[in-house]
């Protein structure tokens, strides 16, 4: 850097660039989807606490998820609803990197976890005599920690390879939450090995994982066709295809937005897809449980009932 350049203190976020009304139509709205979030997964977490039925490792990885996705949004939208409001959409420096890193943490963690509970389905429907002893509590709770561990890992390398950047103006980022892609084109340095980092890593944490999924699925898919039993098949169909909206929600948003090609607005398109993460993504996990699987709608069921009885 040289002498006349300054360290950038703090950032702007330019968020939606709306009229007022639609900037307060928008609060609304966003706010009623986080308090949805909060309430569906916390719905959810509740039920596998209270309900002893639920108390094995397909539902131990459900209830992580269920805190990913809490931790998530509350990472990101509270300011997001506060900048709607606030006509200063100020972020300080050091407060924008904890977001970013908070961020590509749980990201990453929400796609060990996915790979996690498609690992558990694979052994509870092609293994199902050794599934005690293959995922007991122990080796679930190593998974559980390894995923996040690892996210958090690889989220502290993006961090410290931003820091090592000189940020010297501008101080205006074309988004509503410090997003490692768009805080990058403000550097006031070269960020190709930031660049290399952010594909390797989503080679590492989208691709390999996703791959991994649809190969434990192949396997389910040929197992369930062979189960005899209607009962047993639709229980399976029904609990497998929940996760696998969850997967493709999840892993084909997060490869548009940081493996595929970038188009002419690339900062349009990024806004859009980090809404679906922070937000609508949360949101629609605890529904996609809880109307395709049997399992949470009978604990839902039995809650419901205990408090009439009362």
């Known amino acids: 850097m040289t002498e006349n350049q300054t360290w950038v203190t703090e950032f702007i976020l330019l968020g939606f660039p709306l009229g007022p009304k639609i900037q307060m139509l928008l609060f609304g709205l966003f706010s009623l989807f986080y308090i949805f979030t909060l309430l569906g997964n916390g719905a959810i977490l509740g039920l596998i606490w209270l309900d002893s ?3 094995t490792p397909m539902y131990f990885f459900l209830a992580h998820l269920a805190i990913v996705d809490i931790s998530y949004a509350s990472n990101n939208v509270p300011k997001m609803l506060a900048n709607l409001l606030n006509k200063r959409k100020t972020i300080s420096f050091f407060p ?16 060990l976890i996915l790979v996690m509970m498609s690992y558990d389905r694979y052994v509870a429907i092609c293994h199902p005599l050794q ?3 293959i995922m007991r509590w122990r080796v679930c709770t190593v998974l559980a920690v390894t995923s996040w561990a690892c996210g958090s890992l690889l989220a502290l390398v993006h961090v410290a390879l931003i820091l090592r950047l000189p940020f010297c103006g501008p101080h205006e980022i074309n988004h509503f939450f410090c997003e490692i892609l768009s805080v990058l084109r403000l550097a006031c340095a070269d960020t190709w090995l930031n660049q290399v980092v952010i594909f390797s890593a989503s080679v590492f944490i989208l691709v390999g994982p996703l791959c991994l999924v649809l190969v434990s699925y192949s396997h389910i898919l040929a197992a369930i066709l062979r189960i005899q039993s209607g009962e047993g098949r639709r229980k399976a169909f029904s609990t497998c295809s929940s996760h696998l909206c969850v997967v493709g929600l999840f892993f084909g948003s997060a490869i548009v937005m940081y ?12 806004k859009v897809l980090s809404l679906f993460y922070s937000l609508f993504n949360p949101m629609l996990n605890p529904l996609i449980y809880s109307l ?3 399992d949470v709608k009978g604990a839902m069921k ?3 009932w205990k408090q009439r009885s009362r």
């Open 131 to 133: 599934y005690s002893v």
């Open 96 to 111: 924008c990197i904890m977001q970013n890193f908070l961020y590509m943490a749980f990201a990453h963690t929400e796609c």
């Open 302 to 304: 039995k809650v419901l």
């Open 53 to 55: 039925r639920l108390h």
């Open 259 to 270: 493996m595929a090609p970038k188009s002419r607005h690339p900062e349009v398109h990024q």
């Open 292 to 294: 395709r699987n049997t």
